[in-house]
């Protein structure tokens, strides 16, 4: 459920029309609401009810400083892949013990920026990860506590992009191979183990492949206890899917995942982590966007938006799904006709739909692509020198820009020449 709703005919974010909107802002601009991020988050706290743990969010999903002070207010934690994300996760106000680090590359400037602004844990990725972080913490006199993820070789069954716990991903460490990384963990000054991390891909609609997750995960707990780890927490990542549309995919619902986490990992006395990023803001975002022409082709007409693969670029690089409805509702029983949405940009893989139904639209009609929360503004790109699209946020009737639009000289004003030209 969303708060995104049509009134009277009028697509609204919460109590705002986005037409109201469109005309302060203009076309296209991402919209968020500040209502529906904050049920997901209680959703997921619900879910977890009466075990220890945290929930921190996957802010590669979206990194807004607005949306992540939302959630940090509501007690969030945060899951950073960079010093970029732990800088803003500071800065939204996040502390450092609510901070968890992921990623396969971390340099060592990142690890001393989180070992000096404080860190909860690094999970860590590999064995020359692992000896970098003992050689900074060491330098700053310092302890990384540490949890390391392990690759359980488990095919999530989701796009082959976003797949991340088979043995051919890069992710993580062998799972067979762990006991002897723990073992090599435990030898190292400045390192203190605390846990295991997993994390097996994004968009998962079945619960089976967490179940199956969890359950080495839980194997794998008792047996590094039983080598004298102290395995105090486990981070189990993120991935849980969310319907792109009504009709296809009905993913489970996070009291089920959380009736899973129980089931599976409840009694070790561990306090659980998660990192979930799109189901908290996948369906908490829109991308509207104006219908500049419809141009009649051979055999297709084409609806050309004003927002492009460089705004919106999941469907370009996962031929993702993301329904498009208008701002202005159809009336019942309105004429569906098959176009094809593409935006501006000079390649046809700018293309967000082919032969969608769609009421009969036209230049300066607006549309919304929905489920535009998550990998939809972190993702954008200023290819064809079109500027990074806003974001605004909704809470009530009131509404924010929360990331202007630059001018074209801010953009121009980036370049530099050399001395030479
Ligand atoms: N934790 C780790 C270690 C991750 O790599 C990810 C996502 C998450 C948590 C959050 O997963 P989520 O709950 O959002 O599924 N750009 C792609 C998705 C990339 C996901 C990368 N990792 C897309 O638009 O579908």
């Known amino acids: 459920m969303d708060h995104f709703i049509y009134r009277d005919g009028i697509l609204h974010a919460e109590d705002v029309p986005l037409a109201d909107i469109a005309s302060q802002v203009g076309t296209p601009f991402y919209c968020y609401s500040t209502a529906t991020l904050t049920r997901h988050y209680q959703l997921f706290e619900a879910a977890l009810d009466g075990l220890d743990h945290l929930i921190c969010f996957a802010m590669k999903a979206n990194s807004n400083l607005a949306v992540l002070r939302t959630l940090a207010q509501l007690g969030a934690g945060m899951d950073v892949v960079s ?228 705004d919106l670029g999941r469907p370009a690089l996962y031929g993702a799904w993301h329904d498009i409805i208008p701002l202005t509702e159809p009336a019942p029983g309105a004429d569906m006709e098959p176009v094809d949405v593409v935006g501006p940009v000079c390649e046809s893989g700018d293309t967000f739909a082919r032969q969608r139904p769609l009421p009969p639209l036209d230049a300066g009609d607006m549309v919304a692509f929905r489920s535009a929360g998550a990998y939809g503004a972190v993702m954008a790109s200023e290819y064809n020198s079109r500027p990074l699209v806003p974001e605004v946020m909704v809470r009530g009737d009131q509404f924010a820009v929360i990331r202007p639009r630059p001018t074209f000289d801010e953009m121009l004003g980036r370049d530099t020449l050399p001395p030479w030209l």
Do not use: W
């Open 83 to 310: 010093g970029g994300e732990y800088r803003r996760a500071r800065a939204a106000g996040v502390p450092g013990e609510r901070i968890v680090f992921a990623g396969v590359g971390k340099t060592r400037a990142e690890m001393q920026l989180a070992l000096e602004g404080g860190i909860r844990q690094f999970n860590v990725e590999s064995e020359p990860e692992l000896a970098a972080l003992s050689e900074v913490a060491t330098a700053l006199g310092a302890e990384a506590p540490v949890a390391i993820r392990v690759n359980p070789d488990i095919d999530a069954g989701t796009h082959d992009k976003i797949a991340t716990g088979r043995k051919e991903d890069k992710f993580g460490i062998p799972i067979a191979r762990a006991r002897h990384v723990y073992a090599a963990a435990a030898r190292l000054p400045g390192i203190r183990v605390c846990g295991i991390d997993v994390h097996i891909g994004s968009q998962l609609t079945e619960l089976a492949p967490f179940e199956a997750a969890y359950s080495r995960i839980a194997d794998l707990t008792r047996e590094l206890r039983a080598d004298g780890h102290m395995i105090e927490r486990l981070d189990l990542g993120g991935g849980l899917g969310i319907p792109y549309t009504a009709s296809n995919e009905v993913p489970p619902l996070p009291a089920e995942y959380g009736a899973l986490i129980k089931r599976t990992v409840g009694d070790l006395g561990c306090t659980v982590e998660i990192e979930p990023g799109r189901l908290i803001a996948g369906n908490a975002g829109l991308l509207v966007s104006s219908v500049i022409y419809r141009k009649i082709g051979a055999g297709r007409d084409f609806l050309i938006l004003d927002s492009a693969m460089n």
